[in-house]
């Protein structure tokens, strides 16, 4: 049973940036699609960015985020980061880290196995 926890969020002002990071217990993360999550109060949980398993290694981000977020795993530490720079209001909400066996559609929340139990990202504009 893998189990993930999320840590690095907190308030933030507009044009700032945080790093969050994932970390594993029960399970080596780098044999796992990794994907970051966000829920904004009031919607639905929506996809931020992703990473397959190091045999493969491909990335993927939601739109809004890309050139702004990176995510990357560090194997020696079993974690899995979102840098997010230049950070916007609309990037306020509740970021998720997943975990999932395979790599088919990973920016559905509903293919993840395994949650982390969310850190809270306030931007201020």
């Known amino acids: 049973q893998v189990q993930l926890v999320e840590s690095g969020g907190g308030l933030v002002q507009a044009g700032d940036s945080l790093r969050l990071s994932c970390a594993a217990s029960g399970g080596t993360l780098r044999t796992y699609t990794m994907g970051w999550f966000r829920q904004a109060p009031g919607k639905e949980r929506e996809f931020v960015a992703a990473i397959t398993g190091s045999s493969s290694n491909v990335y993927y981000y939601a739109d809004d985020v890309k050139g702004r977020f990176t995510v990357s795993r560090d194997s020696a530490k079993n974690t899995v980061n979102l840098q997010m720079n230049n950070l916007k209001p609309e990037d306020t909400a509740v970021y998720y880290c997943?975990?999932?066996?395979?790599?088919?559609?990973?920016?559905?929340?509903?293919?993840?196995?395994?949650w982390g139990q969310g850190t809270q990202v306030t931007v201020s504009s």
């Open positions: 997943a975990a999932r066996g395979d790599s088919y559609g990973v920016r559905s929340a509903t293919r993840y196995n395994y």
